[in-house]
């Protein structure tokens, strides 16, 4: 879904025009490996310049969408999510006092959560997504893996010199809570809270294209 977000309609209109904005990905699992998950599209630091740019009807070469513009690409991602099977309960959010956007919902299990992010994927990533799954959950060895199959930086290289600077200070970060204790993570970046029972990783755009970091992880739970 982030490319969905980044790359198309309006919101990737909302992108090119400020290089500071913070994707969130938070995801609070069950013991059985159903849960609740939201992704928000934060560009609260970068309000001011958008409040300004959004009264316009055009800049460099770009055509300034409206407030329903918005809220109609927003209405299309929802209605993708809402008919997936194993998905329920979605709701969203739109602020456009703080520019911060987000969707919910509820999953039956983690295949419901790689559904979602096929639908929103090219036919070759949906591929690999069913393949080597984007989320999984082995319930044996009690244990969560977040893959990431997106080649961000052949995306980037694609995109011309004068958007690139999207990525300068963006960011993408990663929350996940269990009921149960975290023994270990794969991922070192990745920061364990005092109750072991949450963890975060936020990861810098540049450090996706450049390899220097991974939103991979490996996240074994105590029995």
Do not use: W
Not at 32 to 58: E, F
Not at 65 to 74: A, M, Q
Not at 136 to 163: P, V
């Amino acid at each position: 879904m982030y490319k969905k977000l980044i790359k198309f309609g309006s919101f990737g209109f909302l992108l090119l025009l400020t290089n500071c904005f913070e994707i969130v990905e938070e995801v609070s699992f069950n013991r059985d490996g159903s849960g609740h998950v939201t992704l928000s599209l934060n560009l609260s630091r970068s309000k001011t310049k958008l409040n300004s740019i959004l009264r316009l009807d055009s800049i460099n070469n770009y055509e300034v969408p409206s407030e329903i513009d918005i809220r109609k690409h927003f209405k299309e991602i929802t209605s993708t999510v809402e008919n997936t099977n194993g998905i329920s309960n979605v709701t969203n959010s739109l602020n456009f006092n703080e520019y911060i956007f987000s969707i919910s919902c509820d999953f039956n299990d983690v295949d419901a959560l790689n559904t979602v992010i096929s639908n929103f994927s090219t036919k070759e990533e949906a591929l690999l997504i069913k393949k080597q799954k984007h989320f999984s959950f082995d319930k044996t060895q009690n244990t969560f893996t977040r893959n990431y199959h997106y080649d961000i930086s052949r995306a980037f290289q694609k995109t011309r010199m004068e958007d690139r600077k999207v990525f300068e200070t963006a960011s993408i970060t990663t929350i996940y809570r269990f009921e149960t204790p975290i023994l270990s993570s794969k991922n070192s970046t990745a920061k364990i809270a005092p109750s072991k029972k949450a963890i975060m990783l936020r990861v810098n755009a540049q450090e996706l294209i450049t390899n220097q970091n991974s939103m991979k992880n490996q996240i074994k739970l105590q029995n």
